[in-house]
């Protein structure tokens, strides 16, 4: 049985910088893909165009010029430098004959020499993944009602390691949550590490942290994506991955975030490894 997230991103080279590939409604929230799956089908076509396992993607930035629906995509690569070590590379993601969609840049790069630190770290004394309540427990009576997305019950499971969920009752205070996430069926290569294209899904989990500050509202709301930025820092080994999210600013109807995304070993319990670190700009939408 072949790996959902490598399944889904799968793409067929179909001549003159065209790629396809067909997204599964699975990785959907409500009603579209999620934009981390999309960024992650460019991606893959553009390391199929670029054809060189020796740079490695390093950073990208998605912005979410129009929307993308599950099923048959088109990817249309361009590469717009092939260097020795650094390569640029550009790929605009649609359902075909629906005009324009996602567009996404990337920067694949080889190793070079440099200096090496982290100047970040994780909240303290997080729990364990295990000790953890999870998205998929069963939620209070008086949430019975609650449709769960296919994504959070099939494709990534969620556990909360600091913030609230939304029918708790408690004082808003800080734009800060942190997760434990991790794959139904983490898609690992053939050298044991995560597909690094699979952090991107992982970081584009944002929002949260504006529903920890503002806590329950009278009106339902949610934010859509209006970019996306994500760089690849480290290799992640594994199953269970840290997100560390804040938001930083939120006004005149929009708000600006961050993630952190830290590999802690199996059980959550080894010295943090930072494996990625994106930011987002989206805004707000009232039902």
Known sequence: MSNPFQATT???????????????????????????????????????????PSQVLRTLHTTFVAQVAHGPVVVDVELLRRGRSMSHLRAEVSNPDRGHGHLTTAIFGSPRSGF????????????????????RDPRPVDQAGFTPMEFWERRVEG????????????????????????????????????????????????????????GPQDRTWFAPSIDLTVHLLDVCRSPWILGHNRARFAGDGYASADMALWDCGAAGTEEPRLVAYATQLFLFSFL
């Open 159 to 214: 556990r909360s390691a600091l913030g609230h969920a939304p029918w708790d009752d408690y004082t808003p205070d800080r734009a800060e949550r942190a997760m434990w996430y991790r794959f139904d069926q983490p898609p690992y290569l053939e050298n044991g590490t995560i597909d690094p294209l699979a952090l991107v899904v992982l970081a584009d989990t944002m929002p949260g942290a504006v529903h920890e500050r503002v």
């Open 116 to 135: 090496a630190f982290t100047d970040l770290a994780p909240p303290s004394e997080v729990p364990r993944p295990d000790d953890c309540p999870s998205f």
């Open 10 to 52: 799968t793409v067929v080279d179909v001549g003159e910088g065209r790629y396809e590939a067909d997204v599964d409604s699975s990785w959907n929230l409500s009603p579209l893909p999620q934009g981390g799956i999309v960024s992650a089908v460019a991606l893959r076509a553009m390391a199929a165009a670029l054809g060189d």
